[in-house]
């Protein structure tokens, strides 16, 4: 199983360089040498290797080996970075990848079925859990507040509503 590491944006300069937007940016597996899958889709992938990257203030500029010109850069723009789920670090323990969230089933803590998330988006300092079930779309703040817990060996995530939240 392929999950999406981040995504390469605009280049950088002459030289093959390109932006990259890490899901976790100060990841252990963003080093020069590294041998990484790119692609639109995860099952569509093409190796490439990371010949050398800096860190700067708005994040990582990338050189992958054989990417030597700016429009070489500007067909990266947009593709993914994948990796295989069994070769990431385990995630600690107040943390989760983005990727198990999905297919979740979603229940209030009265039992009340609300669907499965479908997609978790970034946004600000919390993420949004995307659920879908029962010709709807709900938008729940992973926060604690009102995620009270995260069963994976249930598939479950169970949900405190409030006034206003599920409506």
Avoid: C
């Avoid at 280049?11 to 093959?16: I, T």
């Avoid at 932006?19 to 976790?24: E, G, I, K, W, Y």
């Avoid at 297919?103 to 803590?109: C, E, S």
């Avoid at 659920?131 to 507040?145: F, K």
């Amino acid at each position: 199983m392929l999950l999406e590491f981040g995504r390469f944006g605009r280049p950088h300069g002459v030289r093959g360089e390109v932006r990259f937007h890490a899901h976790n940016p100060h990841s252990p597996l963003i080093v020069a040498g590294r041998q990484i899958l790119i692609g639109p889709s995860a099952d569509r992938t093409e190796d490439a290797e990371i010949e050398r990257l800096r860190f700067d203030p708005k994040g990582v500029v990338v050189k992958l080996r054989g990417i030597d010109s700016r429009e070489d850069a500007a067909r990266l723009t947009h593709r993914r970075w994948y990796e295989p789920r069994e070769g990431l670090p385990e995630p600690a323990d107040d943390e989760v990848y983005m990727a198990d969230l999905i297919g979740l089933k979603a229940v209030t803590v009265d039992g009340e079925q609300l669907g499965k998330v479908v997609d978790v988006v970034e946004i600000g300092p919390h993420d949004v859990l995307v659920i879908r079930g029962g010709g709807r779309q709900r938008l729940v703040p992973n926060v604690e507040a009102f995620v009270q817990r995260m069963d994976f060996d249930a598939g479950e995530l169970i949900i405190t509503p409030i006034d206003g939240l599920l409506d």
